[in-house]
């Protein structure tokens, strides 16, 4: 079956990279993706990797995949405190319905 | 456009009564998501529909829940005989035919006395 593990808490400090890992089971994945969802507010789309890559780059956000490992990381550079939020990393086949994990908190300290 | 509405934004009901809920996706996507959300968790699936035909129903969609879109365009989730398990976020999102993700809405927190 389908299962989309993260840790629940990270902590850094305003400036500094926050990297957040993902690991999923289904190696039939195709689009990997990271998800921001901030306080009352539905899920936004922050980025995605098909599975037959292994880095994408957009601005401060940089995922890297590791499909031998089924890891998934998303790492955001100098790390501000309108990026404390749940990301939500999400697998799909083919664009039929996601599977999420479970989210993780990430807190910026000034 | 506005993007993904949902409303009513929150509800309280009493146990054992039914709800509904709506969603208006964004006009030009043909594809239509119910996730639900309990806290601390991730979104789980519920259901999808493609124009107007229910694709796929998650084993979570009890026979308490239904789901109907019927001209392809908004869409109903209707909870009959509401128990306090259901309370919860419910999360609609839409997507045009080939996407790489979807645009959600902010969702129907429901809240079952």
Redesign the interface.
């Known amino acids: 079956g389908e299962d989309v593990e993260q840790s629940l808490f990270l902590s850094v400090r305003e400036g500094d990279s926050s990297v957040i890992n993902c690991t999923y089971t289904d190696s039939s994945s195709t689009y990997l993706y990271w998800y921001k969802q901030e306080p009352g507010a539905g899920l936004q789309l922050l980025t995605y990797i098909f599975s037959n890559m292994d880095m994408k780059q957009d601005q401060r956000l940089t995922v890297l995949l590791n499909k031998k490992d089924k890891h998934l990381s998303l790492r955001i550079a100098d790390t501000q405190t309108g990026d404390s939020a749940i990301y939500f990393c999400a697998e799909s086949i083919l664009f039929q319905n996601f599977v999420f994990g479970p989210g993780t908190r990430l807190s910026v300290l000034p | 456009d506005t993007g993904?509405s949902q409303n009513p934004r929150h509800k309280i009901t009493k146990r054992g009564q039914n709800v509904t809920f709506r969603c208006d996706p964004i006009s030009e996507h043909n594809?239509l998501?119910w996730y639900r959300q309990t806290l601390?968790?991730?979104?789980?699936?519920l259901t999808?529909f493609q124009n107007e035909a229910q694709l796929?129903k998650?084993r979570l969609l009890s026979d308490r829940f239904s789901a109907e879109r019927p001209k392809g365009s908004f869409s109903t989730l209707e909870i009959q005989r509401t128990e306090q398990g259901d309370s919860a976020m419910y999360?609609c999102?839409s997507?045009p035919p080939?996407?790489?993700?979807?645009?959600?809405?902010?969702?129907t927190r429901l809240t079952v006395v």
């Open positions: 993904v594809r998501y601390g968790q991730g979104p789980e699936f999808y796929e998650s999360l999102a997507s080939v996407s790489y993700g979807y645009t959600f809405g902010s969702g």
